[in-house]
């Protein structure tokens, strides 16, 4: 059974920054893909960004493009999301993913973590 363990998330001010770490073990696919999905108050799931295991091509939900960078430790199999000039509308649970695409059918997921923009 595939274990996801997030860390990161917390409080911060508008124009802060955080970061949110997703560790990977209890797997053996050769090929994933792993990233986050928001869920906000009120609002449905929405992709965030995702990374692929094997060029590490990246793809980003069009609310976060140029503010938030997802990166990856293969050794560790560790995936990161940086957050950059974060925004109220940020605000949400944070659930880390993996699968064999950017999609969150059939993902294996985090326990989530919870990031709140607010002054």
């Known amino acids: 059974q595939v274990q996801l363990v997030e860390s990161g998330g917390g409080l911060v001010q508008p124009g802060g920054s955080l970061r949110l770490s997703c560790a990977a073990s209890?797997?053996?696919?050769?090929?994933?893909?792993m990233g986050w999905f928001r869920q906000a108050p009120d609002a449905g799931r929405e992709r965030i960004a995702c990374i692929s295991s094997g060029d590490d091509s990246t793809r980003y939900g069009d609310s976060v493009k140029g503010r938030f960078t997802i990166s990856r430790d293969s050794t560790k199999h560790t995936v990161y999301l940086q957050m950059n000039n974060l925004k109220p509308e940020d605000t949400g649970l944070y659930y880390c993913f993996m699968n064999v695409y950017c999609q969150p059918y059939g993902a294996y997921w985090g326990q989530g973590s919870q990031v709140t923009v607010s002054s």
């Open positions: 209890q797997f053996s696919y050769d090929y994933y893909v």
